[in-house]
């Protein structure tokens, strides 16, 4: 049974055109993560959502904005992808920070 | 920032071989992590090694961490076509993980 859900698993979306990706849980985890993963490199953290509690990276552009709703659900929109914000966008979630991460299958987004 | 240096960048072997990779880092920690992820997939928690803690398995895992040396080793026996994948260790430090920048395995049949 899936336990983080990425929707969509692939989104192309042009230049300057906002973005929302989506990521769901189903393990009542109290932190969400989104990170950004370029090609063969480590996943670098865009954020995190302790419950309500919204922690922003000192070096997330302000491009990138997140929202959690509830627990279930966190967002990430993206208000004028460049061309440098093609990546793969991964979910994760833990029971505590620095938790064990379990993520999902991530986002793959083009930006054209 | 990244905490976690890992050698080598890149390991081929043959299957059925053992694949050795390495993880080094800067600051003390509570705990590290080793992760797997498949091309173009997430990554999944493969073991995690309190700093209390010297050694830890898991199947055909085998972890090390040597906190006087800031190192930890991951150790994959009889390797199989299967486990071809980036493999990345992550260090708690100050309750956030900080991320090495990988290790490429390829399983050569």
């Known amino acids: 049974d899936a336990m983080v859900i990425q929707n969509p698993r692939y989104q192309v979306t042009q230049f300057g055109k906002p973005v929302t990706l989506s990521c769901s849980q189903t393990l009542n985890h109290n932190v969400m993560y989104w990170y950004q993963q370029k090609s063969s490199q480590a996943p670098k953290l865009l954020f995190h959502?302790?419950?309500?509690?919204?922690?922003n990276e000192a070096d997330t552009p302000d491009n990138f904005q997140s929202r959690r709703p509830n627990t279930s659900f966190c967002f990430l929109d993206i208000r004028s992808p460049g061309l440098g914000d093609a990546a793969m966008y991964l979910c994760?979630?833990?029971?505590?920070?620095?938790?064990?991460?379990?993520f999902g299958p991530g986002t793959r987004l083009t930006v054209l | 920032s990244q905490q976690g240096e890992e050698d080598p960048q890149a390991l081929s072997i043959q299957e059925g071989e053992n694949a050795t990779m390495n993880c080094s880092y800067k600051?003390?920690?509570?705990?590290l992590q080793w992760y797997r992820q498949n091309s173009g997939r997430g990554l999944v928690h493969l073991i995690l090694i309190r700093s209390n803690e010297r050694e830890k398995h898991s199947g055909r895992l085998r972890v090390t961490l040597d906190t006087s040396k800031k190192s930890s080793s991951l150790l994959i026996t009889a390797s199989r076509a299967a486990d071809t994948a980036s493999y990345f260790c992550a260090t708690d430090s100050n309750y956030q993980l900080i991320w090495g920048a990988g290790t490429k395995l390829i399983i050569k049949p």
């Open positions: 959502y302790y419950d309500k509690d919204f922690n």
């Open positions: 994760a979630t833990s029971r505590d920070v620095a938790d064990t991460q379990y």
């Open positions: 600051t003390s920690i509570n705990n």
